[in-house]
């Protein structure tokens, strides 16, 4: 159960950082109609993933839930590890 949790935690990370973005480019103009489409399937995405989840932990086919999060937790930590290791390993990336 608590796995679970920590998976939706860190979904939710990624979607506020996903928010974040979408928020500011509409701010700046980056975000226009042009694009609107695009931005609002990767919310509702995100959306779907997050209350999709809470939504299958609620009929108790938490495996499933678990493998709904774990489609947006696993490619998000291995983003997250690679910047790491951009950011640790002090090499020139030019």
Request: glycine share 14%; aromatic share 16%; charged share 5%.
């Amino acid at each position: 159960m608590a796995f679970f949790w920590i998976l939706w935690g860190f979904d939710a990370c990624i979607a506020l950082v996903a928010l974040y973005f979408f928020f500011i480019g509409l701010g700046d103009g980056s975000v226009s109609s042009f694009n609107m489409g695009i931005w609002l399937m990767l919310l509702g995405g995100l959306a779907v993933i997050l209350l999709g989840s809470l939504w299958l932990k609620g009929l108790e086919k938490l495996l499933l839930a678990k493998g709904l999060l774990a489609v947006l937790a696993v490619p998000g930590l291995l983003y997250g590890l690679f910047i790491l290791l951009v950011v640790l390993s002090g090499a020139k990336w030019n």
